[in-house]
């Protein structure tokens, strides 16, 4: 590379749904959060609520026009957040591509169960007018999910690829067969299957790649990204990032006593690797999954994975990058009360 010559990065153009975000505390500019769904992105925008001139503690997530209320968002690609958040320090959490897949078809799979699906662009919201038009479709799909337990997932892959109305019924999967370990697996087998062919720049925000999320073309441009693995040992560099204490809440699903949870077989293992490879690559996760049924095998002939790679070359640079950012944070010395506490903060 000759010169002062930018270093510059694959980024795939033709996306046709990713518009991140970015949550700006109303409170001051101590700090910003990138969004990236299915990464404990609840608990973190209530966090940034939370920063707040008052000094109270909210502990519920504000919904539609009330989160104006604590923090401001900006979208756009992360060219134009990039510039946005120039002087601001910014921060994000990944997760591991493997859980957030399964966190994926878990939280669609327990919204269909319980007779409505929360659609995207409406959050967690309950409306009553889909639920009805659910519960009456799964009452006449009945007949035709005996002829074939995947009906309903062809009917949701065919929406999402075809990019029809998000607010409809794309997620619908139809009338899942009797909670089992069974019956479950082998849906969860052809959930992936049909998933890695889904062209990747078809896919919305809730399960596109993470790296998209926290670079552009020039590299990475987030302050500080955690491993959600680790969020509890990593909240304190935010703090510090930020310059201030900031209450770290909890905001989860709570699933049914009866949630089963399907494994990876090594076939499916693959597959996700394959279609997230940019991912595990960038963000250090490694091939290896905690939870894969070593004694089952899925039949993956013919599957055809769509997924998003980089040139090998970038890779390692992009790493590099990552982890040079979040070695050398900006660090608010003020925020300290002594050495000691900071000396704790600074996990290394």
Known sequence: MAGNEQVRYHCPS????????????LADDSIAYITIARCACQTMRLAVCNIRADGKVIDRLPQGNERSKYYRT?????????????????FTFVRNPYDRLMSFYARRRAAIENGYY??????????SSLAARLKRAALKSTAKFVEGPLTGLDRWMTGRAGGRDRRGLIAYWGRLPEAGPDTLQEHFNEFVKKFVAVPFQELDNHIIHQNLFIRDSEGIFVDFVGNLEKVQEQWPLVESLAGRKIWLPYVGKKRSANFVQPKYTPETQRLVYEYFKADFEILGYGFECDDVAQDMHTDTTGVVVRGYSLPADQVPRL????????GHRIF??????SDK???AAILE
Do not use: S, W
Request: charge should be positive.
């Open 332 to 337: 608010r010395r003020d925020f300290f009360a």
């Open 319 to 326: 790493r590099q990058e990552m982890a040079d950012r979040n």
């Open 341 to 343: 506490m900071r000396n």
């Open 14 to 25: 033709e996306l046709k749904r990713h518009a991140p975000y970015l949550a700006l505390p």
């Open 118 to 127: 929360c659609t995207v662009g409406i959050g967690d919201r309950f409306d």
């Open 74 to 90: 900006f979208y756009g690609d992360t060219a134009a957040l990039r510039a946005r958040a120039e002087g601001v320090p910014t």
